[in-house]
């Protein structure tokens, strides 16, 4: 019997190329997105969902239950980015970023939980960030509400091994998505102390991004995972810099990383 694959946010970017993967390879695969009925081209069925509202939530693995009667896999792909100095972020932009970011995967995980009890088995995996191992200029909370999930889900990780379930975060590091063009820019302000330096750090973000990895790269990564009997707890998919950049921070003083980090985004 093939294995029931649930993906949040799989109507685009990494969840899109992660269910086409999965439906290749003989995989019961199941996609959400909040406005399903405008998606025409999707290999796998796309069931409407929004992270942040527990009903919408419950609904959906209901019905991915009374469709399989099992789920084997739950992938935590859905997310926002967001843009600017902290300090002219507003402060609903904030929570917004940390109800999808954040509280949504978790609430996704208190859903799915009892079903995988009743199982004995089930792996759900979280799409978190490189950037969530630094603190990253002008990016501050897009990593904090990754950072967030990572250590959270260390913590359930621990919690839930008894009733034989595996959690695994996976943080991807630039890759050619459409996250740049949905994600919440604070405004680049005319008189803004941080006008020139918020610019230049956008402009650079936003070529990361569009010169970034293939997302089938991401979507081959979670497929070995899947496959892997027992998983680590971290992985990281992204270009050797950006991977090498985490083994930096865990190694060089802090203020010597901090200076790298200005030098690479041109602020000092």
Same mark, same amino acid.
């Given at each position: 019997?093939?294995?029931?694959? @649930?993906?949040?946010?799989?109507?685009?970017?990494?969840?899109?190329?992660?269910?086409?993967?999965?439906?290749?390879?003989?995989?019961?695969? $199941?996609?959400?997105?909040?406005?399903?009925?405008?998606?025409?081209?999707?290999?796998?069925?796309?069931?409407?969902?929004?992270?942040?509202?527990?009903?919408?939530?419950?609904?959906?693995?209901?019905?991915?239950?009374?469709?399989?009667?099992?789920?084997?896999?739950?992938?935590?792909?859905?997310?926002?980015?967001?843009?600017?100095?902290?300090?002219?972020?507003?402060?609903?932009?904030?929570?917004?970023? $940390?109800?999808?970011?954040?509280?949504?995967?978790?609430?996704?995980?208190?859903?799915?939980?009892?079903?995988?009890?009743?199982?004995?088995?089930?792996?759900?995996?979280?799409?978190?960030?490189?950037?969530?191992?630094?603190?990253?200029?002008?990016?501050?909370?897009?990593?904090?509400?990754?950072?967030?999930?990572?250590?959270?889900?260390?913590?359930?990780?621990?919690?839930?091994?008894? $009733?034989?379930?595996?959690?695994?975060?996976?943080?991807?590091?630039?890759?050619?998505?459409?996250?740049?063009?949905?994600?919440?820019?604070?405004?680049? @302000?005319?008189?803004?102390?941080?006008?020139?330096?918020?610019?230049?750090?956008?402009?650079?973000?936003?070529?990361?991004?569009?010169?970034?990895?293939?997302?089938?790269?991401?979507?081959?990564?979670?497929?070995?995972?899947?496959?892997?009997?027992?998983?680590?707890?971290?992985?990281?998919?992204?270009?050797?810099?950006?991977? $090498?950049?985490?083994?930096?921070?865990?190694?060089?003083?802090?203020?010597?990383?901090?200076?790298?980090?200005?030098?690479?985004?041109?602020?000092?």
């Amino acid at each position: 019997m093939p294995k029931t694959v @649930l993906i949040t946010g799989g109507s685009s970017g990494i969840g899109k190329a992660i269910g086409e993967y999965l439906t290749e390879k003989g995989y019961r695969v $199941f996609g959400t997105s909040r406005n399903p009925q405008n998606i025409t081209n999707s290999a796998f069925p796309l069931l409407k969902m929004n992270v942040n509202e527990t009903e919408s939530i419950e609904a959906v693995i209901a019905e991915v239950i009374g469709k399989a009667q099992r789920i084997d896999v739950v992938i935590n792909n859905a997310g926002v980015g967001i843009t600017g100095p902290i300090e002219e972020t507003p402060e609903s932009e904030i929570k917004k970023a $940390f109800d999808t970011n954040f509280h949504g995967p978790i609430n996704v995980i208190k859903a799915v939980l009892p079903q995988m009890r009743k199982q004995g088995f089930g792996h759900i995996l979280n799409i978190t960030s490189i950037a969530a191992y630094m603190g990253l200029p002008y990016r501050g909370i897009y990593s904090a509400s990754k950072a967030a999930l990572e250590i959270a889900i260390e913590a359930m990780r621990m919690e839930t091994l008894q $009733f034989g379930v595996k959690m695994t975060n996976i943080a991807p590091g630039d890759f050619a998505t459409n996250i740049a063009a949905g994600r919440y820019h604070a405004p680049v @302000l005319e008189n803004s102390p941080y006008k020139k330096d918020y610019g230049n750090t956008l402009k650079t973000m936003n070529e990361h991004v569009d010169n970034g990895g293939n997302p089938l790269e991401m979507a081959k990564v979670v497929h070995k995972i899947i496959e892997t009997e027992n998983p680590r707890i971290h992985y990281k998919v992204g270009s050797s810099l950006q991977k $090498f950049s985490i083994v930096l921070k865990r190694i060089l003083p802090d203020k010597v990383y901090e200076r790298m980090l200005l030098r690479h985004y041109g602020l000092k």
